[in-house]
């Protein structure tokens, strides 16, 4: 009888790399209270999970990451689609259904739910495009497409469109234009 080998998928390491050098750039420095953060560790645990989604490893990394969410409210429901850069700025409950689409450069803070729309026609899960900034207790729902360059201000809820360059403000929420809209939010690496 043949053991088969697992072989751990190490891809991973590079984005927590980039992740490294993308939360040093907002931060500033990375103390190693911020190291042995919580929010430090569900990255580095998200990424391991995401470069193995499809073999052992992966269903290990998500049961890991299923105890952790039960200590930090950080919920990713098996969402393994943002891409390079992302940043968890508070500790706190953050919701974002499995099905939706990321680019890269994503900041998300405490108290975001980013999910489905069941009725009407937006029904589905949102798209976000690169450098996107969602802030505290905001909440993003629905078929929709978010533009690249995009801040998401705290209690703004979101159910449509928003055009790239663009900071949306409010419930009910309005878009205003500005040319670097994430500047001063998402760090230039």
């Not at 290990?60 to 969402?79: A, W």
């Not at 409010?170 to 809209?181: C, E, I, K, Q, Y």
Request: with cysteine; aromatic share 12%; proline share 3%.
């Amino acid at each position: 009888m043949k053991i088969k080998k697992f072989i751990l998928n190490t891809e991973y390491k590079k984005r927590i790399e980039y992740d490294r050098k993308f939360n040093k750039a907002f931060r500033g420095s990375l103390s190693r209270e911020f190291l042995k953060g919580y929010e430090w560790k569900y990255i580095c645990l998200y990424r391991k999970y995401q470069a193995n989604i499809d073999n052992i490893w992966g269903r290990y990394f998500f049961k890991r990451l299923k105890k952790l969410e039960n200590k930090t409210g950080f919920s990713f429901e098996g969402n393994s689609s943002i891409g390079d850069g992302l940043i968890i700025g508070h500790w706190g409950k953050i919701v974002i259904n499995g099905s939706v689409k990321f680019g890269s450069q994503l900041f998300v803070t405490h108290g975001v739910t980013i999910g489905r729309d069941i009725r009407g026609k937006r029904a589905g899960v949102p798209t976000f495009g690169n450098r996107v900034c969602v802030r505290a207790n905001a909440t993003v729902v629905g078929n929709i497409r978010i533009g690249n360059d995009v801040l998401i201000a705290p209690n703004t809820f979101v159910n449509f469109d928003v055009p790239d360059h663009s900071v949306v403000i409010g419930n009910p929420a309005t878009v205003h234009h500005r040319d670097d809209a994430t500047e001063g939010h998402i760090p230039v690496v």
